[in-house]
């Protein structure tokens, strides 16, 4: 498993995109599609059109890193008729969503919290 820098925040952009964007196109997307820093310390999570490649983009400390996953079989999950273009998840779900799971249609039990018995 590729691991990344802690990241602060891990969003995803809500439509596929053309997979022949590299480092600089996906930078501008993140700056003006996405409308966020793309020096902070997230990282930004893109899918092509059939669903079966995903790419990473992050800056870390001096340069940028792109890293790619391109399932052989299968597809990934990604959420639908999405009403933003950058969806926030934490990076456990993204960990799920690059093992395969649907994070979308049936998310983790909730977290309750409590203050008394």
Request: hydrophobic share 45%; with cysteine; charged share 25%.
């Amino acid at each position: 498993m590729m691991t990344f820098t802690q990241p602060a925040a891990v969003y995803l952009h809500a439509e596929p995109i053309d997979f022949r964007k590299q480092i600089n196109g996906l930078s501008l997307l993140v700056q003006d599609a996405m409308q966020l820093d793309i020096f902070s310390k997230a990282l930004f999570v893109f899918m092509n059109r059939p669903r079966t490649r995903i790419k990473i983009l992050y800056w870390d400390k001096n340069g940028f890193c792109l890293w790619i996953k391109r399932l052989e079989k299968d597809k990934f999950s990604w959420p639908k008729n999405s009403d933003t273009v950058a969806q926030l998840i934490s990076e456990k779900e993204l960990q799920w969503l690059l093992d395969g799971f649907d994070i979308f249609t049936k998310p983790p039990h909730k977290t309750l919290h409590y203050s008394s018995v």
